[in-house]
Nanobody, 121 residues
Framework: EVQVVESGGGLVQPGGSLRLSCAASGFTFDDYAIAWFHQAPGKEREGLVCFSQILGRTDYADSVKGRFTISTDNAKNTVYLQMNNLKPEDTGVYYC??????????????WGQGTQVTVSS
């Protein structure tokens, strides 16, 4: 089955950093892109990043551009989201997903379970 599992959330102070992991199984990064979403309390789920290995393309939402970066460990089938200079508004649940997101409307094949990030002093 196509499956992704995210981890690495926690409590961090404003200006701090955190690295989230998205472990993939049942597919390769040539089959689906990996997308990251953020859902702040009381708000709609928002797409943040679309990483397509086969296209060699990573797209970032304006809200995280310059602060968040993608890296990969292909041997572990894992994608990492490095989150720097975190702000209180970054608080919320982060989801990774196997997706098609490099063109047209984003469509999700499989969602991760979500991991909580809290940015507070």
């Amino acid at each position: 089955e196509v499956q992704v599992v995210e981890s690495g959330g926690g409590l961090v102070q404003p200006g701090g950093s955190l690295r989230l992991s998205c472990a993939a199984s049942g597919f390769t990064f040539d089959d689906y892109a990996i997308a990251w979403f953020h859902q702040a309390p009381g708000k709609e789920r928002e797409g943040l990043v679309c990483f397509s290995q086969i296209l060699g393309r990573t797209d970032y939402a304006d809200s995280v551009k310059g602060r968040f970066t993608i890296s990969t460990d292909n041997a572990k089938n894992t994608v990492y989201l490095q989150m720097n200079n975190l702000k209180p508004e970054d608080t919320g649940v982060y989801y990774c997903a196997a997706a098609h997101c490099s063109w047209g409307p984003w469509t999700v094949r499989s969602w991760g379970q979500g991991t909580q990030v809290t940015v507070s002093s």
